[in-house]
C-alpha cells in the first residue's frame, strides 16, 4: 500500500467521519450564535446530540439482539 493510500485509510477510520455526519446528516452547516465561548456551547450540544442518538442507536440494536 503506498503511503498516501495509508493515510487517507487511517483518516476515513478517524475523526473525520463523525464532522461529515454532523455536517450532512444533522444538517449542521454555521453557528447561529455569536462569539467563540457561545460556539463553543453550541458545538457541545451538538455532540452531544450526536453521540446520544448513536447511543440510543446502539442500545436498540442490543435489545433487538437480547429480544431473539
Given at each position: 500500500m503506498r503511503n498516501s493510500n495509508k493515510s487517507f485509510y487511517l483518516l476515513k477510520n478517524g475523526c473525520w467521519t463523525v464532522f461529515g455526519q454532523i455536517k450532512h446528516n444533522r444538517g449542521f452547516n454555521r453557528?447561529?450564535?455569536?462569539?467563540?465561548?457561545?460556539?463553543?456551547?453550541?458545538?457541545?450540544?451538538?455532540?452531544?446530540?450526536?453521540?446520544?442518538?448513536?447511543?440510543?442507536?446502539?442500545?436498540?440494536?442490543?435489545?433487538?439482539?437480547?429480544?431473539?
Open positions: 453557528f447561529s450564535l455569536r462569539g467563540l465561548s457561545k460556539n463553543i456551547t453550541e458545538w457541545g450540544l451538538i455532540c452531544v446530540a450526536h453521540n446520544l442518538m448513536k447511543w440510543e442507536s446502539i442500545t436498540k440494536n442490543q435489545l433487538k439482539v437480547a429480544e431473539e
